[in-house]
């Protein structure tokens, strides 16, 4: 059998005190799958853990599996909080077991922790009789031991090692058996005192008789049941079959949990099995879907329409293991197994199509935009000739409306000459043409005002799939004006004809002259528009420049000045052109001096590197930058220009041109990725690349004494968790303004982690790094002093060195190791003292008050003392009921002091306060014992409540007494939208909701409680 280690950590969380454990392996992965982590955890938890051995090579290697779960083994050991102990140094095992596991618990409680974790190896005895000692000894551990001290032990019986009798006994003297990924409650267990009985062995005879004799009456049954479940499987097969092999993917879903897949999913989802299996299924949603609905609100209700017998199908957007988002079509049912209600989620990805549709959609729209704002006027007609599209040109050149063509015929916009010409709605026509694609027309239509239009006209015809004539598209140009122009040239040819003759012998007598001064005139006239265009198409191109560009003759006179100059200096063309005297340096620096464009022309050869940031001269070009602080009213900005002289044709210096781009933004751009990347965007500070150059600059330089200090925030990730990222960022600000104002300008400090800070100090002595430490807690009582709200507690270390013996990277790792074992030592009071704050700012809200707290205190004490539940279990009752709500903190005022009922979506965010309490708690020594309790307390007796759906005795003892006390209270006080209820009717809600929200045996037992109190 495989087992993955992971998967038992979260079932050894919720082990509780005076638990009794046994674990039955073959294998060395099962052993280590399950020994790891019931040791790991209670590390984590603040426990105190003890491994029992004969073989001291095996602390060797638990040692090594502990730091391959990342845990600091040596350091845990120098604490005392992990220890190893051999089982040879007891003179007698049986008696002395017992003996160490008291003094032990005994010492673990007196050291500070909140109870003793142990486990070990279970020896094999030499004899039957030692066997029958070992296994008294476990039922003397339940009787003696585990009833009264805060003890959890896992006791490890290796299958290979002993008879599988023995087993079989052991699994008898324990309450709790760790199997493959559970903890299971032990339904072979037989108490202390009927194990210890000298007549056990006869009544276990006589239980076996009585059960063979009821079991000969049940072998009939089970042959029948046999056959029925043949047939059974016979049909899952051929299921499963059509469910492995579907080309969609499918998930099966029990009490909003994923228990099975196909492979299909797998590949769709882009994740393992077991990556998959137990997850919830919004973990493979993202938070909004593209409609701008929350995915949980979305997909909630579509499950409840299943619920209620409608079979859902919808779209829906999911994530895959990678995190990209991808687009499906689901369809989701219900169905039962075994009487277990389950949904069936039927999962397409339909990514490409929703691609294909996006691509259609947009591929349409362009080709309309084009067709609407084309030049030509564009027509499609149908089989029969009608008008099915018009663009807007088409309309415009006939003068109707695009809504007055659409329908008609193309032959009523004609005339009945051109009606008859090769009509392009004759589908013979049209299937002659078919291979040459189009065909171009002369035509003349007829406006809507009677007027003509000449037109050259291109059709295209269009088909069906089965090459059938659907229609046609045709492109029209309008050549009227032309027409005009041909009919009236043509009569003023006729004109010309007639004088020519007239003209002919005059003409004759001036044409030898004429042709000489027509020769000249025509060379003058061609070179004057040559260089008339060629000056003109010179200015639009300097003109229309985005860089602002001036151009000066070779008297440094302005000839060209470009609008985006004018825009950047404020200085007009009409002022600007003819100006000398260095007028365009005047424009940037309110006075004569050169410039690149000075430069260009090498009408200065003075220092580049006084006027100019950067400056270059590749060929005739030349080109630099500068801060000029007169630009934008005295703002100043950074300019950078390019300047280059002009000749002309015999090479010649004619003249010259500079253009200038502003790039103040590319500069401050620059400047601030600059800043980035050495400072933490969130306090300012150095980040963690700069801290690690300047250790390298110190390990390099002539700095040989140096000191470094490791600083930590306390708690931040209960704060994050409980009060949001937003308050945990203010806490991390104040610590960075208190560590900073601790020290000397000349000191680094540096956010270089999440919560961690570090200080490189160069020239450092032990004395100034203890004093300077001193100066960080001062910071940090002051703050709590002003803002006792939101406590702060920051743990650090140091370390410094005098010589070049010990590197930088050695001294910080000095320092950090410190400043972890200072942590560890704080880290609890820090949480506590977090989780009180919490509480103080749930009464400041007032929601909970003392006497709130103090009634539902005394209700659970009377409840469990009625059922004679112990003391100890009492005082924890009491624990709960003063903090059942703390999760609340975590829930905004408008929905948690609402006056009126609440809405969907603010009953699910409500519900979110179980969650939240939880990890509070579980975070917190104080309330560790209680956090399973805190997330089950709001289960209802019939599994409608929430978050889990427990039901019946699913739901803890502790969680069902409060339930009561707290629903009693609640109806019996004032709230600010109604008044308190009587007692006689909150006990007769009580009594109606037995069976539904409350245990009816507890209910019965509070309503007999009240009435004799009464």
Same mark, same amino acid.
């Given at each position: 059998?495989?087992?993955? !280690? ?12 005076? $638990? ?81 596991? @008291? ?105 076996? #008789? ?51 897949? &196909? ?26 879907? !593209? ?8 997909? *909630? ?45 039927? @999962? ?30 564009? +027509? ?39 009606? =008859? ?89 001036? #044409? =030898? ?28 191109? *300097? ?17 060209? +000045? ?16 003819? &100006? ?56 100043? $900005? ?149 803002? !006792? ?104 005022? =408008?929905?948690? #002091? ?7 979506? %603010? ?7 179980? %969650? ?16 399973? +309790? ?5 289960? +209802? ?8 759906? #427990? ?13 009561? $006390? ?20 909150? /006990? $007769?809600? /009580? ?15 509070? *309503? ?7």
């Amino acid at each position: 059998m495989f087992f993955n !280690p992971a998967d038992i950590k979260k079932p050894l969380c919720h082990i509780k005190p005076h $638990a009794h454990n046994c674990l039955i392996y073959k294998t060395p992965e099962e052993w280590r799958a399950a020994v790891i982590p019931f040791l790991s955890m209670g590390l984590f938890q603040g426990e105190k853990c003890l491994y029992i051995t004969d073989d001291p090579s095996t602390a060797g290697q638990v040692r090594q599996y502990l730091l391959e779960e990342k845990v600091d083994v040596a350091a845990a050991e120098r604490s005392g909080q992990l220890d190893f102990f051999i089982r040879e140094s007891l003179n007698d095992p049986a008696a002395g077991i017992i003996n160490l596991l @008291i003094n032990e618990t005994k010492k673990a409680i007196a050291e500070g922790y909140p109870l003793l974790r142990v486990t070990g190896e279970m020896i094999i005895p030499k004899s039957r009789l030692g066997f029958e000692n070992l296994l008294e000894q476990e039922a003397r551990l339940n009787r003696d031991f585990f009833s009264e001290y805060p003890c959890v032990a896992l006791c490890q019986y290796n299958r290979n090692k002993f008879a599988p009798e023995i087993i079989i006994e052991a699994l008898k003297t324990h309450p709790f058996l760790v199997k493959g990924s559970r903890v299971h409650r032990n339904s072979y267990y037989v108490p202390p005192e009927e194990y210890l009985d000298p007549k056990r062995k006869d009544n276990e005879v006589d239980n076996l #008789l009585e059960s063979l004799e009821q079991g000969n009456n049940k072998q009939r049954e089970i042959t029948e049941r046999k056959l029925v479940e043949e047939a059974l499987r016979e049909s899952e097969k051929k299921y499963r079959v059509l469910y492995e092999q579907a080309n969609d993917a499918i998930f099966l879903i029990k009490k909003g949990i994923i228990i099975d897949c &196909n492979p299909k999913a797998l590949n769709v989802f882009g994740c393992r099995r077991d990556e998959i299996i137990g997850k919830n299924p919004f973990d493979y949603a993202p938070s909004t879907q !593209p409609c701008g609905t929350k995915s949980r609100i979305k997909a *909630i209700g579509k499950i409840k329409a299943v619920l209620r017998g409608k079979q859902q199908f919808f779209e829906f957007q999911h994530c895959r293991q990678d995190g990209a988002t991808f687009m499906t079509e689901v369809s989701l049912s219900k169905f039962r197994i075994n009487n277990e209600r389950m949904l069936q989620a039927i @999962i397409r990805d339909i990514t490409a199509r929703k691609h294909a549709e996006e691509a259609l959609q947009e591929s349409e729209k362009r080709y309309r935009q084009i067709v609407e704002t084309a030049y030509e006027g564009i +027509w499609v007609i149908d089989a029969a000739g009608k008008t099915t599209f018009a663009n807007k040109r088409m309309a415009e050149m006939l003068g109707y409306t695009v809504e007055e063509m659409v329908g008609q015929p193309l032959s009523a916009f004609m005339y009945e000459e051109y009606r =008859s010409i090769d009509s392009i709605t004759d589908t013979s026509s049209m299937q002659k043409i078919k291979k040459v694609f189009y065909r171009q027309y002369d035509y003349q239509y007829r406006r809507k005002d009677g007027t003509e239009l000449h037109v050259i006209m291109s059709v295209s015809p269009l088909f069906n799939n089965d090459e059938s004539y659907a229609g046609a598209l045709g492109m029209v140009t309008d050549i009227t004006e032309r027409k005009l122009a041909e009919v009236e040239l043509k009569k003023s040819n006729t004109a010309l004809a007639t004088a020519n003759e007239e003209l002919i012998a005059i003409n004759e007598e001036l #044409l =030898s002259i004429e042709e000489e001064l027509k020769q000249q005139f025509e060379k003058l006239q061609a070179s004057e528009r040559a260089l008339a265009s060629a000056n003109q198409r010179l200015q639009d191109i *300097i003109e229309f420049l985005p860089d602002a560009t001036f151009v000066i003759d070779n008297d440094k006179k302005v000839i060209a +000045w470009n609008r985006a100059i004018e825009k950047m200096t404020g200085a007009p063309k009409e002022e600007m052109l003819g &100006n000398g005297d260095s007028a365009y340096a005047v424009s940037f620096y309110g006075k004569p001096r050169p410039i690149l464009i000075d430069f260009a022309i090498k009408t200065h050869n003075g220092n580049t590197a006084v006027q100019y940031d950067s400056f270059k001269k590749e060929g005739h070009f030349v080109h630099g930058s500068a801060f000029v602080q007169r630009m934008y009213g005295g703002k100043g $900005a950074y300019l950078w220009g390019i300047a280059a002289p002009l000749f002309d044709r015999e090479g010649n210096l004619a003249g010259a041109i500079e253009s200038i781009r502003d790039i103040t933004e590319q500069r401050q751009l620059e400047n601030r990725l600059k800043y980035l990347g050495m400072h933490d965007s969130l306090t300012g500070l150095h980040n963690r690349a700069y801290f690690e150059e300047e250790m390298r600059r110190l390990e390099d330089g002539r700095n040989i004494s140096a000191g470094i200090i490791v600083c930590d925030v306390d708690g931040l990730k209960l704060v994050n968790d409980t009060l949001g990222h937003d308050t945990g960022d203010l806490l991390l600000i104040a610590a960075a303004g208190i560590i900073k104002d601790s020290f000397r300008e000349s000191d680094m400090v540096a956010r270089i982690g999440g919560d961690e800070f570090a200080v490189l100090l160069p020239n450092n002595e032990i004395k100034i790094m203890e004093s300077a430490c001193k100066r960080i807690q001062e910071g940090v009582i002051r703050h709590n002093a002003v803002k !006792p709200e939101l406590p702060l507690s920051i743990s650090a270390g140091f370390a410094a060195r005098n010589d070049g013996s010990i590197s930088m990277s050695d001294l910080f790792r000095e320092a950090d190791n410190k400043m972890y074992r200072v942590k560890l030592h704080r880290n609890q009071s820090a949480r506590s003292a977090i989780v009180q704050t919490l509480m103080k700012a749930l009464e400041a809200r007032d929601f909970i008050t003392e006497e709130h707290a103090e009634r539902i205190q005394g209700l659970v004490s009377g409840l469990a003392a009625a059922i004679d539940l112990s003391e100890r279990s009492i005082t924890d009752l009491r624990l709960l009921a003063q903090f059942h709500d703390i999760g609340k903190i975590g829930i905004p005022d =408008s929905i948690l #002091l609402k006056p009126g009922s609440l809405t969907s979506e %603010e009953f699910i965010e409500m519900q979110q306060h179980c %969650e939240i309490g939880h990890r509070i708690a579980i975070l917190s020594p104080d309330l560790f014992p209680i956090a399973d +309790w805190i997330l089950k307390h709001h289960e +209802w007796w019939n599994g409608h409540g929430y978050p889990l759906g #427990l039901k019946g005795e699913e739901i803890p003892l502790e969680c069902r007494i409060l339930a009561i $006390a707290d629903a009693f209270d609640a109806m019996t006080s004032d709230r600010p939208y109604r008044k308190a209820m009587p007692h006689g009717e909150a /006990l $007769a809600e /009580l009594k109606k909701c037995a069976g539904i929200q409350f245990d009816p045996y507890l209910v019965g037992k509070f *309503i007999q409680l009240h009435n004799n109190n009464q």
